[in-house]
Nanobody
Framework: QVQLVESGGGLVQAGDSLRLSCAAS????????MAWFRQAPGKEREFVAAISWGGGTIVYADSVKGRFTISRDNAKNTVYLRMNSLEPEDTAVYYCAAGQNTATLRSREIRAWGQGTQVTVSS
């Protein structure tokens, strides 16, 4: 089982950028597809982006396409989410997730969740 720890959240202004990191423990990180989800107050947790184990397949939610970039460094057991042009609507707790592949992750078949990191975007 892989354990996930997110970091990099914070309070920023609209238009700013942030980079979230998710550090994984365990020797099997490179065998997992990874994803980011987010949950705003009073809303369901929603899919943001996913990346295959080798990085060859990447998918985004329409709401973040063109502004967010997911990437991974298997040598560092870390997955990243670069968020540009942040909007108040991006305010949420962001969660890292591990799964079998990008399709199953998007279908919420999750093998491990992180504890989340708060991102707050002020207008």
């Amino acid at each position: 089982q892989v354990q996930l720890v997110e970091s990099g959240g914070g309070l920023v202004q609209a238009g700013d950028s942030l980079r979230l990191s998710c550090a994984a423990s365990g020797r099997t990180f490179s065998s997992y597809a990874m994803a980011w989800f987010r949950q705003a107050p009073g809303k369901e947790r929603e899919f943001v982006a996913a990346i295959s184990w080798g990085g060859g397949t990447i998918v985004y939610a329409d709401s973040v396409k063109g502004r967010f970039t997911i990437s991974r460094d298997n040598a560092k057991n870390t997955v990243y989410l670069r968020m540009n042009s942040l909007e108040p609507e991006d305010t949420a707790v962001y969660y890292c997730a591990a799964g079998q592949n990008t399709a199953t992750l998007r279908s919420r078949e999750i093998r491990a969740w992180g504890q989340g990191t708060q991102v707050t975007v002020s207008s």
